[in-house]
């Protein structure tokens, strides 16, 4: 079946699984690429090794963060084009979001190969420490430009229909990465540099196998000239804003807490952290993979206009989500003695312990993080960058700031421990209320007219007059409420009825009545 066909008429439960199952495991393939390097980089070179990549990780994954952003606003963007039928300006956003994502990429490569590490010193890392993480970082900045691009053209490919082969690709790369870590990492105990160039060389290779489908000119988007207005541009911000915060969540965080635990607790809680760290990338990706495969497909009917679907699809994802964190939680709350000892060195029982109990207490928060990142996913797709990113900015930088320095001080390390469940908490309830009141909005306006930007609508009215038709009910109603000088009439657009054939007793009178006016 056909992508757009897809979108519009497969029924939803199996439009749902057909979406999100790929989804969830080309994410859960991407953070097991992650947990093998930890895994290896703890048991084979040492909780110096862990501690260095550890510190480093969360600006990678911001980075990479950064290109998802691009992708995921110009993707709403992209969506909504395609319901209404509007595939050139489609291209030339996709077009633009493939430009920009490169430009951000050179950025990125040359801040880490400059500051990285004075970053890590500025931490409080010891002087080992701080080199293993410059000697990761240069890895990475050098490979960046394809790496950074792996996670857009992801997108892009389940826009266009291709989501198998985009999950084959991220499996591919998945095991590529446990296949060189096994043998240049297990076997011959090579460095954190052959680590790094395996990690990301491994994305660089997909990057490379996505582009190339894209580059067939078969697809539904095609490489064409950039043009995008500035206003777009704001918007693709705007939209990919709240998904960049939600990327970044625990990344900011992990920034944040690798300081605070410096301080409280030294390198021991760091290594400790980073080991709840990989088991939470894994965790989190099942729920953010669910969304970043619902998301085309609620914005391709948002832009169609197609209310019932659009419902039906947030309501499932919403549902199915719950159900899939109270798993994950009980999953990992009763398998933390069976999960942690993977990460840890032979022998190093202070670890394992400390690893542990803080898995214990970190995964509480698993029992509501799907409200926060699906209802950010839900408002996005519905052009509400405005909510969605005033959601995301609280759920990214004030809760988990002020959870952190409020309960560390109080409880100590435990402390920081549980500000994960308090922030996720607090951002439960904002995104409870943005929710509710774009239902109430939604409601009350309908589809089209609530929330959408003054430009679309002005673009469906041409067309409607263009075409000659003419709206009648409750459509001429919302529209005469925006355009109240403009709309034609209930039967403006009626063909008229053809003219009768004047008869020629009509036209004789007509004629000596015009002269006897003359005569007279």
């Given amino acids: ?61 911001i980075s990479n963060a950064l290109s998802d952003m691009v992708a995921a606003g110009a993707s709403v963007q992209i969506s909504i084009h395609l319901g209404m039928k509007e595939e050139k300006k489609a291209m030339e956003i996709f077009s633009f979001a493939c430009l920009l994502i490169e430009v951000i990429a050179l ?77 240049l990492i297990g076997h011959y105990k090579m460095g954190l540099m052959v680590s790094s160039a395996i990690y990301n060389g491994c994305y660089a290779l997909g990057a490379f196998a996505c582009i190339i489908p894209l580059l067939s000119g078969k697809l539904a988007l095609k490489f064409t000239k950039p043009k995008v207005e500035f206003k777009m541009v704001l918007r693709i911000f705007a939209n990919g804003l709240n998904v960049f915060f939600s990327n970044i969540s625990v990344s900011a965080v992990v920034i944040l807490t690798n300081f605070i635990l410096l301080k409280v607790s030294g390198t021991l809680a760091v290594a400790a952290f980073a080991v709840y760290d990989y088991i939470d990338g894994v965790a989190r990706n099942v729920i953010l993979g669910m969304a970043n495969g619902l998301t085309p497909a609620i914005g391709y009917n948002y832009g169609a206009d197609n209310s019932e679907r659009v ?90 700031v002020v959870s952190i320095m409020a309960l560390s001080s109080i409880l100590g ?40 930007d003054l430009a679309a609508s002005m673009r469906d009215e041409q067309k409607y007059l263009r075409r000659g038709k003419y709206i009648r009910g409750q459509n001429y109603a919302d529209w005469k409420l925006i355009f109240p000088d403009k709309m034609p009439s209930k039967t403006a657009g009626r063909a008229k009825p053809p003219k009768k054939e004047k008869s020629a007793k009509n036209l004789n009178f007509k004629k000596k009545k015009a002269g006897s006016d003359s005569n007279g």
């Fill in 107 to 183: 950025l990125v490569s040359s801040f880490f190969l400059l500051f990285m590490d004075k970053i890590v010193l500025s931490m409080g890392a010891q002087r080992e420490v701080a080199l293993l993480a410059k000697q990761y970082a240069s890895i990475f900045a050098i490979l960046s430009p394809l790496s950074m691009l792996f996670f857009a053209v992801d997108d892009f490919l389940r826009i266009c229909g291709k989501i198998k082969f985009s999950m084959y690709v991220n499996i591919g790369v998945s095991v590529l990465n446990c296949i060189l870590m096994t043998i």
């Fill in 413 to 452: 390390l435990d402390g920081v421990w549980y500000s994960f469940i308090t922030s996720e908490s607090l951002s439960a309830v904002l995104t409870s209320v943005f929710l509710l009141v774009v239902y109430k909005e939604l409601r009350r306006n309908g589809l089209r007219n609530s929330g959408r």
């Fill in 1 to 61: 079946m056909d992508t757009i066909d897809r979108y519009e008429s497969q029924p939803l439960n199996k439009l749902f699984r057909t979406l999100a199952i790929p989804s969830i495991l080309s994410h859960v393939a991407g953070s097991l690429c992650i947990v093998f390097e930890g895994i290896f980089v703890g048991s084979v070179l040492g909780a110096n090794a862990l501690a260095a990549s550890s510190l480093v990780m969360p600006y990678i994954l």
């Fill in 311 to 400: 419902k039906g699809l947030s309501i499932r994802l919403l549902l199915y989500g719950a159900m899939a964190s109270l798993g994950i939680f009980l999953f990992v709350r009763f398998n933390a003695g069976v999960l942690a000892p993977i990460f840890c060195k032979d022998g190093d029982i202070a670890l394992l312990d400390m690893s542990v109990h803080t898995i214990k207490l970190c995964c509480l928060s698993y029992i509501i993080m799907w409200l926060p990142t699906l209802g950010n996913m839900i408002l996005s797709s519905l052009d509400r960058p405005s909510f969605a990113s005033l959601m995301a900015f609280a759920k990214t930088l004030v809760f988990p």
